[in-house]
């Protein structure tokens, strides 16, 4: 059944006019966008500058919904202070959960410890445990994805949501890629990646063919913070570069 509305724009297009649909104009959208080129150069602007002198980083990544004092809190707190101890630089989300706690890792050793928040409308607010010149809040969430994969040495994904699946999904991409250098990908937890990995291994390579081999080749099923720290050590015998 034709609205009046789709009858109007039809008998408009055959005498060649140009239809304008109510709260949409493409002149004062291309404006704003226009617009809103800045602010995303500004955000990028701030990332580099924060980064400048950070040195090899390593970024992790875990649920906001980790309480502390929980396991996956304390690990991520060991992992934080052990990557520091080992002279990286420790970079998070900015958040609660996974991410307050490596950063308070990082912190507690004397490392450098960053944060790269993002705004939301429910308002991440940024932990407590950041270095107070290492902390960016993002507008754009593909802005502070690109500070998350320049930098890092190394992906660690602790237990978490569609966040941390998103993100280790596009870490993984543009190295399979070769959008990006190679680094080391790693999910800590085997009870909680083990579905997820042998489903990549099993169906994604083996059943289907999606994959190649050598698209796992830099994927790591871990559960100590120790091991994770010499993972990314070997990884780089020549030392450590930008991954683009």
Do not use: C
């Amino acid at each position: 059944m034709k609205t009046a509305q789709s009858s109007s724009d039809e008998d408009g297009k055959k005498h060649g006019l140009t239809v304008k649909h109510p709260r949409f104009n493409r002149e004062s959208d291309f404006m704003v966008d226009g617009w809103r080129v800045f602010k995303i150069m500004a955000e990028f602007v701030s990332g580099f500058e924060t980064m400048s002198d950070a040195g090899p980083a390593v970024t992790v990544f875990g649920s906001t919904r980790v309480s502390q004092g929980t396991p996956e809190y304390l690990l991520a707190e060991k992992l934080g202070r052990l990557l520091a101890e080992a002279g990286f630089a420790v970079i998070t989300g900015g958040g609660p959960g996974v991410m307050e706690a490596a950063n308070k890792g990082a912190q507690s050793a004397g490392g450098v410890s960053i944060g790269f928040n993002i705004k939301l409308p429910n308002q991440q607010n940024p932990n407590q445990y950041i270095d107070q010149d290492k902390l960016v809040s993002f507008q754009y969430f593909f802005v502070r994805k690109v500070m998350f994969l320049k930098y890092a040495q190394a992906f660690i994904a602790l237990p978490g949501g569609f966040g941390t699946l998103d993100e280790v999904s596009e870490a993984i991409t543009l190295i399979q890629t070769g959008k990006s250098e190679r680094f080391p990908v790693i999910l800590m937890g085997r009870s909680y990646w083990d579905g997820f990995y042998r489903w990549v291994k099993e169906t994604m390579l083996q059943e289907k063919g999606y994959i190649s081999e050598e698209d796992l080749q830099f994927i790591y099923l871990e559960e100590s913070p120790e091991a994770v720290v010499e993972i990314i050590k070997g990884f780089y015998p020549d030392g450590y570069a930008l991954n683009f």
